[in-house]
């Protein structure tokens, strides 16, 4: 009988590693399904509905969500973007874990949802506050206003730290790939994942039986 997938989140400041983290899952593990969120704002040059986002319109998304189709939304810079349940649901009837890389809010409304007791929360702190500040400068790619602005975020979301399942700092990636596998290996293995555990048992007491 297939195990029942299960519904992976990382959250964490933004520099901290969890898309990093993310990517390198993937490609541990290509049986793993990435959540694709929906959104209502117009495709960029080069994206492909179904890949980079669901491409909705406002009519349809608030359609999804007023029917209980969406996992989690929120409305950003007046575009909605949310994490469809559909698709989420396809994968853990076939044994195939979800991966999310969402904020504390969208994690939030995940665990509270009619799939929350299949969820796996998993909370990327960085080492230190200078450690943040210098990688998110190593990126070269935002003004100082808007690291700034970041770094401001940052405290907010890092006092969530105390609802996840899991936390892990990020002192150095591959160690933290290491500890992300480790958490993702032992909830496979969980009991109440193992669908056929128990009649795998009554067989072994069978067997004590005819001795």
């Known amino acids: 009988m297939t195990r029942k997938g299960l519904l992976l989140i990382l ?6 590693g969890k898309s990093t983290l993310a990517r390198r899952l993937m490609d541990w593990d290509p049986t793993l399904r990435f959540s694709v969120s929906a959104t209502t704002r117009a495709p960029r040059q080069g994206e492909v509905d179904g890949r980079e986002y669901f491409f909705k319109s406002r009519a349809e998304f608030e359609a999804m969500a007023a029917a209980g189709e969406m996992l989690e939304h929120a409305e950003v810079f007046g575009n909605f973007y949310g994490s469809p ?76 730290w105390a609802e996840y399942d899991y936390v892990i700092v ?42």
Do not use: Y
């Open 85 to 160: 349940k559909g698709p989420v649901e396809a994968a853990m009837a076939e044994g195939r874990d979800t991966l999310f890389d969402i904020d504390w809010q969208g994690g939030q409304q995940i665990r509270n949802s009619s799939l929350g007791r299949d969820v796996v929360s998993i909370f990327v702190l960085p080492p230190s506050i200078a450690e943040l500040d210098r990688r998110l400068r190593g990126r070269a790619q935002d003004s100082d206003e808007v690291i700034a602005g970041r770094m401001a975020k940052s405290r907010d979301e890092i006092s969530h």
């Open 11 to 16: 959250s964490s400041p933004s520099g901290a």
């Open 170 to 211: 990020n002192h150095d990636i591959d160690r933290a790939f290491e500890e992300l596998v480790t958490i993702l290996r032992a909830e496979r293995m969980r009991r109440d994942r193992q669908p056929g555990l128990s009649e795998f048992v009554r067989g072994l007491n069978r067997e004590f039986d005819a001795r």
